[in-house]
């Protein structure tokens, strides 16, 4: 039975990095025979290039045809000055929407060969490994209304709207108490109840879905203590589930605590585990074409895509161990090198990791 | 000319620090010949229990009447399970708003004799010194409409709405365009404009404002991008203006990088610069009536008032330079102790302070 994964390689290094994590799939797809066929599409500013806007109506079928989608990255400043409402980014905000793509993991996770790379102190770093499972397809990345008017008095204003349904956060919650089930058995949930009703509907939902995974210890956290306290202690984690907005602010900061986002893949899940998988960073404009660029996070993107979507765990751990042996070869790309390691392109990464499965 | 300074102790730890922090402002009263006239009232879970709301009518007039009010902290696991309507928190967010305090600022200053006590490694952040301008009276914390209800289909579902006016937005810009012009003629402007119509305005209009201060250099940057370089390198910002709800979080976010949030002071000023001052961290109940709490935050938000509310600059200094003779003498409370210093209670620290000035 064959599986159709649609490969969007996007803007900037996507290409390149895309191309690295492709030659890992087949790899894995004639090992593990797991019967992958592989098309490919434009998302983001290539598609803006290619059609006009930055998703294709086709581009979205053939997404929802597919049984998982491999993303690169979006983005770039060639489509910075275009009108808003075709720009790269909003490509991506339609697919996730779309194809209701609401499930978004984001580990953080420190790789003991890199723990220099982190800004922060190694004792307080030492073995992180949080999941952050960040709400992606509501609250107020899609709320309506959303406009920009003038006032009576000539003067401009603009709003925004932060909705959530009950059901939206029932399904994201469990989510979050799923994978702290099989994780470290600890949820954190951050919100703002203090202040937003939007949260205080979270906080209330969590706590009804919280009864049925009494395994789980659940704790809530306001938004500005848990950016504080990913600074102060980020070990007391382990899962952490939030809305769009909080999500996307602590799951950047979380990355950073590793000092090495060029190794963080991502995964956003629909209800049904076919998912999209991405590396956490950008489309890094700036050495585009260089061949410069670090792979493994888009890598470790299939391998998330093999456990998440295929429930291949066996092949999904073979391709974690393979970037943790070139690791340990001393093979880095220039983000993460350090003093006696080897500096290698994006290119021999690819093929290290190749290799080395 | 006589100036009435308002006092709000608070909850928790609050009643403890104020007294310590008024010893100084008496002082530098005398000395400075300022004139200054205290008065005492209560706020957040102390005016719960004795007016039976968070802020009552007539402190709020007091507040009105007062050239300046200096507050604790307020809030309280003994307040946590009443009706929200009342809870202490919403005492802190109607003053804020009654009184018009838009401006919010929130240094995050790493004293060199506590380089130790933040958990990123010393290079990372010695010699930090980034102011945050939050704005604090708009945005999703006081947009209209709010509410919880019912949907068609028996589930509920809760929003909120984050508005911005050209006027809100351009008066917060300039506290940050003027607060750079005096430091290091750096501002970014932080907001969410690849995905909120409220961040497109901010943004717009920030340029505006620019264009009146041709020597500060402006940056933009979005909200996760900041939460990041905030981790990585937080020695690139002068002074960051944003609004109120990433100014929460990246506040908080950024003092921690301190490590020593027990000495970090705030200000919230109209736009006479009428302020009320208060130190950066809570209430912490869990250490209230012990006598250990650090009174620096609240000592230095008193040489915040001298100099923003009073312009009393020589006073305001002198402040700063005894507390940060306390610090070199190796006096410190327990959240700032460190091996080789002497730990002290508050009581002891406020009258080094008060002996040092
Ligand atoms: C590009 C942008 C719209 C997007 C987001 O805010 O979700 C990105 O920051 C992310 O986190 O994937
Ligand atoms: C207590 C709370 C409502 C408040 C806020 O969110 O503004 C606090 O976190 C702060 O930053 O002063």
Known sequence: MSKQILVLPGDGIGPEIVAEAVK????????????FVLSYDELGGAAVDKYGVP??????ERARAADAILLGAVGGPKWDAI???????RGLLKIRSQLGLFGNLRPALLYPQLAEASTLKPEVVAGLDILIVRELTGGIYFGAPRESRLLANGERMAYDTLPYSESEIRRIAKVGFDMARVRGKKLCSVDKANVLA?????????EEVAKDYPDVELS???VDNAAMQLVRAPKQFDVIVTDNMFGDILSDEASMLTGSIGMLPSASLDADNKGMYEPCHGSAPDIAGKGIANPLATILSVSMMLRYSFGQIEAANAIEQAVSKVLDQGLRTGDIWSDGC?????VEMGDAVVAAL
């Open 24 to 35: 890992v799939l087949q790899l894995a797809n004639e090992k593990y025979q797991l019967g």
């Open 55 to 60: 998703l294709a109506d086709e581009t979205l």
């Open 83 to 89: 009108d808003p409402a075709i720009r790269p980014e």
């Open 198 to 206: 939007s949260s205080q509907l979270w906080r209330a939902v969590v």
């Open 220 to 222: 809530h956290m306001y």
């Open 342 to 346: 080897r500096k290698v392109g994006t």
